[in-house]
């Protein structure tokens, strides 16, 4: 019968005297299965009795649910494990999950404490709260050829767990997923999962070996939040978001590698990173979300690239670390009087040639004492041959070349500015600034 006729029939049975009754419609190879909709033949496994705690070893050893069940001389589709359906069973050791259970109920394994194995072969199926709440000892669990994702909140505190692999087939991690899991120490995404769920693998304080898939294109809010042994994480080149608190208190991390495929980076998402050494800034990023690595007191310099349009409130709050800020945008971003809270404001802003000023006149940016020019674009572009050309104190000094040697000079912008012939050596009187100096096939940056 249906739990909605087994509570009727307490009804009536109160009325008409003491009779017994169960809440699971029948029992098959040792399970116990309650008939959901007798018209659409489905049926879901529920404990014996009338409640959870009525029996405490009705499921022992190693049990595997069967797709479909013959009852009655009619084939009832398996696809339902109900609400704390094996709970309190101490002596369960492992759970084989067929791919035909599409929901898991709440509490379904609570309190199996003797659990060490899961087999999860659900093609798509959602879970409960705390399905395992209290399986201390799940130390394993394997997940099959057939399933395409893993339910939000379904492994979640698990502390048992140790390593986890994530097959190819798998598509999405659910919310959840595996948070608070920790004893997790390594986990493989496979190269099929394209997203991760929010928290997914939150508060997972001892994972310390990431490997993320590379069809992955999305890491979803907290899902490494407060993940503490986490040292080093390579985010895959298809990866195009990284969402509000995406690494949020990772303190032991020292590196990400951020591909150039990050498009949006959330906020918060490394905030407290205070291991942090170093990131580049991809270069589809136009705007630094509010704190995004605000309190990561390790870092020492940062570069923005030119197309960096805003940089939010808090976005390096508490960053006392910095050394160095370069900003390669001619004109200053956009920030708030905020943004660098709390960060030395006498340490070198490098900005772009002939930008000092307009940073010096912009509002909160003029906070900075020591802006300056960034030279580290006066670089050598091409060096073939034997020839020297240096600048010193105004005049460009040219040396080793041929006998009636042309050299000609350029602005940064490819105007021509000065040509000429010479003979092994020339010095050549300009105002100060940086030139093109091209003598033969060799082209030149130098600074006078």
Known sequence: MSRVLYRLCVVVASLVGCIELYAHDFEADGIYYDI???????????????????YSAEYSGVIYIPATVSHEDVVYDVVSISDYAFAE?????EIDIPSSIATIGNYA?????DLKMVRFNAVRCTSGAYVFDGCNNLSAIEIGSSVISIPGGLFSGCIGLSEVVIPDNVKTIGNGSFSSCVGLKQITIGNGVTSIGRYAFKDCVSLSDVTIGNSVTAINSSAFENCTALQVIDIPNRVTSISDDAFKNCTALTDVILPSSVFEIGAYAFSGCSSLMGFTIPARITKIEVGTWAGCVSLKEI????????????????CTGLTAITSQAVNPPKIAD?????????????????????YRMTSYWSEF??????????EKIEAEGVCEVVGCNGVLLVKGV????IVTIYALGGTLLYSTIVSEVANIVLPHGIYLVQVGHVVEKVLL
């Open 36 to 54: 959901i909709d007798s018209d659409e033949k489905t049926i879901e496994v529920t404990y014996q009795g009338n409640s959870y705690d009525e």
């Open 89 to 93: 069973n101490l002596a369960l050791e």
């Open 109 to 113: 394994f609570k309190g199996c404490n």
């Open 303 to 318: 570069t923005f690239h030119d197309k960096i349009q805003q940089i939010g409130a808090y976005a390096f709050k508490g």
């Open 338 to 358: 905020d943004t660098f809270l709390d960060v030395d404001k006498s340490i070198p802003l490098y900005v772009p040639q002939g930008s000092v000023e307009s």
């Open 369 to 378: 004492d020591n802006i300056k020019e960034d030279l580290s674009a006066v």
């Open 402 to 405: 041929a006998d009636d040697a």
